[in-house]
């Protein structure tokens, strides 16, 4: 297995492009960077679906064969399981958030999909749409006051170093769906030789 991290064959959307294609076998990514390709795996996103942690890995359970019998046709995908990183948080660099009141005049970042960008204008904000690789230099520029994201993400991408207030919002959880491409399952061997093994 060879592994490419950081965005070094392109962003999240442009590597789905190429598992459809066939050029690349795997990918990691966030749901919401697999909607544009595959619509029917938005139901993930959906805000407030779930209230806790075990409800979405329920989810994600049970609707794994059903996106496995549309997600091959829609985006030439499929999904052998997920990841689940938290619920997402809001962080900015402007003011505590304790209303939605609060929320006014924010410039915040959303991943590229309908869904997301469309629950931030239910909000009264007018978010902007940005691939992942630009955010922290947008942050740190002020052409965006704020991102969601899980705990985890703000951490590991230190965003601590730009951002002064987090939100916890509680509105999505975030998850991410380990795909193949269906040409690379479809062309992998249909049986396989298996040996017993026994503790030694």
Not at 86 to 97: H, I, K, M, P
Request: proline share 6%; hydrophobic share 40%; glycine share 6%.
């Amino acid at each position: 297995m060879q592994i490419f991290p950081s965005n070094q064959l392109g962003s999240e959307q442009e590597v789905a492009q190429a598992l459809r294609m066939g050029s690349i076998e795997a990918e990691i990514l966030y749901t919401g960077n697999l909607v544009p390709l595959a619509p029917s795996v938005g139901v993930m996103m959906l805000p407030y679906a779930f209230t806790s942690n075990e409800e979405a890995h329920a989810a994600m359970d049970a609707l794994k064969d059903p996106l496995n019998e549309r997600l091959p046709k829609e985006a030439g995908v499929r999904v052998l399981g997920y990841f689940e990183k938290g619920f997402r948080v809001l962080t900015n660099s402007e003011r505590e958030v304790k209303t939605m009141d609060d929320l006014k005049d924010l410039k915040i970042r959303v991943s590229k999909n309908n869904i997301a960008i469309e629950t931030f204008k239910s909000w009264g904000l007018d978010p902007i749409p940005m691939a992942w690789a630009e955010v922290f230099p947008a942050l740190q520029q002020g052409v965006i006051d704020g991102q969601e994201n899980p705990y985890t993400t703000a951490i590991s991408s230190k965003f601590y170093e730009v951002q002064k207030y987090i939100t916890e919002i509680h509105y999505l959880i975030w998850s991410g769906p380990i795909i193949v491409s269906e040409r690379f399952y479809q062309g992998l061997p249909r049986t396989c030789n298996r040996r017993s093994t026994r503790p030694v």
